[in-house]
């Protein structure tokens, strides 16, 4: 008779860097069968041939391991430990989502808070919470160095007691080493908030982590004081784990213990292999963005709803940002200064004041999201949306629409306007939240949907990103703009930050004029209190004139004769319209902001046939009202040169003068205030393009417009936008946004 043994669940990680290959390498080893899906083909590929190697002590292990990369992953999920980097769990979502069986779940095995974006991916029934402190490296593809023994903590989200698969799950974490449940993961989890700010300082010199923490005692005792003042106002209870002991660093704590706690920290920490901290490595070895900024938008999330100082932590997240490609600028000055800012008082916040605290909160929030904006904008610019393809506009309206629904919520209200030959006009409504101003009429956020890219463009010229640049058809006029609304309001949903009530509207005609949706954004402007147009920069200016611009045909009608036999029977056509287009060029005043340009001319039908007809099609561009009225003027004015012939002008004035009135001088102010408070400078200027924001200003509304994207190209092949501009431009965004439900 044959004992029979169950077979051991299997397990699927999600990213098999540090955390989930050290993990992934004990379940294997422990015979459970494990599948490792990692982006990176180099490292499945020694996965593949090596099997996954952990080497510890100057030993090799290896254990045998399916190793794949989500393109090549075939199945569904079951047990998912995902362990990709914080900026990165939106993207492994969007892959394990539709995988995952109903009776899945996905353990966040990362650094920083993510059950919340997992919970509402997948349900927080197959969400399972986890702290992991795990002192381990990549040190070459398919190789893991462990660092020494950590903490590994696994529970129910929101503090739900402890269930039977989170005790089979420990149980199986075991084959790794001391894996706990608890009931209080997000104890846990604040707590290494406040440990990992000190690691993430320690990246900004080179040096061994426990060394320069033991050298910048003021610096590291405020950081996690900055940390620890949040989740004391939210009630958590801190939970030590190795040597680290965090009701030590609360503010006010005793300060003998205190030094006690940070000596035993760093003789700790002078035991470990790792002696630099993971950040310090994806800066100085992997040259790649860090994942800091991710980790800490909770925590600046809820310090800007209760008005609490996060001086020091800023500041160590921006460093980190600045040493991304520069990591040859590591040096313990920035350290220096941080013990010098820790000395300093820190002043309190007044929870109705927007300030360069909140907009720099606003401003890290976004910036820990950009890879999600990215994403966003790489899946909007593949929806076709050419303004002369009906159906390409609906489908991508469509889109919009629940784009909009998982980014902001469903509208308090909704309607689409029908039109036709042209896209339709998608018009939502959201409410104001926490104002004090006295004007609450909603502020009118004005974009346009559809591009001058044929459809087809995108088959030659698809969504493409180098670095910070991004380009593809569409992306600076205008996705990126629309992009950047969308995420300038989620970032003062997600922090909490005071909303002025928000109109937005979206036409898909406006690079052939607004013809179509012309009267609805006039009377939408009616009832607004201004507009912001979320058209692109001009070279990072907001535009504060734009040039009326006129479209006319002239028409010319002659008498066709013989031009051979009977060459004066005739009156030509082509004759007259040379004629008129040399009055029409005199129309011209570059000193008054003036130009006209005849750009098509066709005429006659034979070479030996006096033509009987003749047309032009002429641009009129204009900076002002009394320009407007000359330039039409004499174009009703136009008479024939020769007697016999008639002559005809069509058209008219496509989008009025955009003046510079005292109503957009004073939102540009608003602009440069705001701006200021992010710590840049914004400039505006004056362009011979029209935008949507033409009619709105004529009706007397103040318009901030060219708030978008930062980049060039429009209507070319260079278009392009960047990512650091989609962070900048939303942060200028959402600010202006606070600042007028306060004002």
Not at 72 to 77: A, N, S, V
Request: proline fraction near 6%; include cysteine; glycine fraction near 10%.
């Amino acid at each position: 008779m044959h004992e029979t043994h169950p077979e051991k669940p299997g397990y699927t990680v999600v990213g098999a860097g540090a955390i989930g290959g050290t993990l992934a390498f004990a379940l294997a080893r422990a015979g459970h069968p494990v599948t490792i899906v990692d982006a990176d083909h180099t490292h499945v590929d020694a996965i593949r041939t090596h099997g996954l190697v952990v080497t510890r002590g100057g030993t090799r292990e290896s254990a045998p391991v399916t190793a794949t990369t989500p393109d090549e992953f075939d199945g569904p999920l079951g047990r998912v430990l995902l362990a990709v980097k914080a900026q990165a769990t939106g993207t492994a979502l969007d892959w394990i989502a539709p995988r995952l069986a109903p009776d899945g779940y996905v353990v966040s095995l990362q650094n920083g808070f993510n059950e919340p974006l997992i919970a509402h991916r997948v349900g927080a029934a197959r969400t399972v919470a986890a702290f992991v402190n795990i002192f381990a490296d990549v040190i070459e593809p398919g190789v893991i160095q462990d660092g020494g023994a950590g903490a590994l903590v696994i529970g129910e989200p929101d503090g739900a007691p402890v269930s039977p698969r989170v005790r089979d799950l420990v149980a199986d974490l075991r084959s790794w080493g001391p894996a706990v449940a608890s009931d209080n993961v997000e104890g846990y989890l604040w707590a290494k908030a406040g440990f990992g700010a000190m690691l993430a300082a320690t990246a900004l010199a080179d040096a061994p982590m426990a060394d320069l923490i033991d050298r910048h005692r003021p610096a590291m005792a405020a950081l996690t004081g900055e940390v620890f003042a949040v989740s004391d106002r939210l009630g958590v209870t801190l939970e030590a784990f190795d040597a680290f002991e965090p009701h030590a660093f609360r503010p006010g704590a005793d300060p003998a213990a205190r030094s006690a706690a940070f000596d035993r920290l760093t003789a700790w920490l002078r035991t470990q292999t790792k002696d630099r901290s993971g950040i310090w490595r994806d800066l100085a070895v992997r040259h790649r963005p860090v994942e800091a900024p991710t980790h800490y938008t909770e925590v600046f999330h809820h310090a800007a709803r209760e008005g609490l100082p996060t001086t020091l932590l800023r500041t160590v997240v921006g460093g980190l940002r600045q040493l991304e490609g520069a990591a040859h600028e590591m040096s313990e000055s920035r350290l220096a200064e941080l013990d010098r800012l820790a000395r300093a008082p820190a002043p309190s916040l007044p929870p109705s004041s927007l300030d360069s605290a909140r907009a720099e909160a606003v401003r890290q929030w976004l910036d820990a999201h950009r890879e999600d904006m990215v994403a966003d904008l790489a899946a909007y610019t593949s929806q076709g949306s050419a303004s002369d393809d009906p159906d390409a506009l609906d489908t991508c309206l469509g889109w919009l629409r629940g784009w909009l629904d998982r980014r902001l919520g469903e509208p308090d209200a909704e309607k689409t306007l029908a039109r036709g030959e042209t896209g339709d006009i998608l018009v939502r409504r959201y409410s104001a939240r926490d104002t004090t101003t006295q004007d609450d009429r909603p502020v009118f956020l004005l974009g346009h949907y559809d591009t001058v890219w044929p459809t087809g463009t995108l088959d030659s010229w698809p969504f493409q990103r180098d670095g910070d640049r991004i380009s593809g058809p569409g992306v600076f006029d205008m996705k990126a703009g629309l992009v950047q609304a969308v995420w300038a309001l989620s970032a003062l949903d997600a922090l909490g930050l005071p909303r002025p009530a928000c109109t937005v509207m979206l036409n898909g005609d406006e690079e052939t004029g607004s013809l179509a949706s012309q009267d609805a954004i006039v009377e939408e402007a009616r009832d607004s209190r201004l507009a912001m147009v979320f058209e692109a920069a001009a070279d990072g200016a907001i535009k504060t004139a734009r040039k009326g611009v006129g479209l006319f045909t002239v028409t010319v009608t002659g008498s066709e004769a013989h031009a051979g036999l009977d060459p004066t029977a005739g009156a030509s056509a082509v004759d007259e319209l040379a004629h008129q287009i040399l009055r029409l060029a005199d129309l011209r005043s570059p000193d008054a902001g003036t130009s006209l340009n005849v750009g098509v001319v066709a005429g006659g039908t034979r070479a030996n046939v006096t033509a009987g007809h003749a047309v032009a099609r002429v641009d009129v561009r204009v900076a002002t009202a009394a320009e407007q009225r000359r330039v039409g003027a004499a174009l009703a004015a136009l008479r024939p040169v020769d007697p016999r012939t008639r002559v005809a002008v069509t058209g008219g004035w496509n989008r009025p003068v955009f003046e510079r009135t005292e109503g957009v001088a004073a939102l540009a102010a608003l602009a440069r205030r705001c701006a200021a408070l992010l710590g840049h400078d914004l400039p505006e200027a004056s362009v011979g393009g029209a935008s949507d924001g033409n009619f709105v200003v004529a009706e007397g509304t103040p318009v901030l417009d060219g708030i978008g994207a930062v980049g060039s190209g429009a209507h070319a092949r260079s278009e392009n936008t960047s990512v650091s501009g989609m962070v900048t431009r939303a942060a200028l965004a959402a600010t202006v946004l606070a600042a007028l439900a306060l004002e």
